[in-house]
């Protein structure tokens, strides 16, 4: 876990009832390009945190509201702590956002999100993706859209069932190569442009 980052002006309740009201937040420098802010308003305050990309951009985001009417929760009201940890959060997040390896984490976690990382992931390392991309867009999207993995309970009855299904199901035939079909000389598939 990282430190703790002192400040005197920000550390206690009664040290940031001594600040003035402004609009412009005061910062405190978590790591380079990354800061913490609070910002004192009539009605209430807030934790802001600031990240600095390498193309000098500065992303903001509200952390939550400060410990200075209410006692923290961790949830929506948090002490300086509390509110530099949540900033480290927001830092890592962004910079995985601005690196390009950032997953939507608006709503739950899908199979086929899982599917999206796994195979970013499997061409990172230099694997041929687009025979396993195309069996998993073939056999696994159609049948889990939307399900949670967080959902499937008992796994290895769901994956046993899935197969069951899928070995009642017909053969698949791909129209655009040459396959046996019944009836047909040479085996030439008639859909194919090959054969015309």
């Not at 696994?140 to 199901?169: C, G, H, Y």
Request: charged content about 30%.
């Amino acid at each position: 876990m990282a430190r703790t980052i002192r400040n005197g002006k920000l550390d206690t309740r009664s040290a940031r009832s001594r600040l003035t009201l402004r609009r412009e937040p005061y910062w405190t420098v978590i790591s380079e390009g990354c800061a913490l802010g609070y910002r004192r308003g009539a009605t209430g305050s807030t934790w802001i945190g600031r990240f600095r990309d390498d193309t000098g951009r500065q992303h903001y985001e509200a952390l939550g509201a400060a410990d200075d009417a209410r006692d923290p929760d961790g949830l929506s009201v948090f002490s300086f702590a509390q509110a530099q940890a949540k900033s480290r959060a927001f830092f890592a997040r962004k910079a995985r956002e601005v690196a390009g390896d950032w997953t939507s984490t608006e709503g739950p976690y899908r199979v086929t999100d899982a599917l999206d990382d796994y195979f970013k992931n499997y061409a990172k390392r230099g694997k041929a993706v687009s025979a396993a991309l195309s069996a998993a867009n073939l056999h696994i999207r159609p049948t889990v859209p939307t399900a949670n993995p967080k959902q499937l309970t008992d796994a290895r009855e769901s994956v046993d069932s899935w197969f069951d299904e899928r070995s009642l199901q017909a053969d698949l035939v791909r129209l655009d190569r040459f396959v046996p079909v019944p009836g047909v000389v040479g085996g030439r598939n008639p859909c194919s442009p090959a054969s015309a």
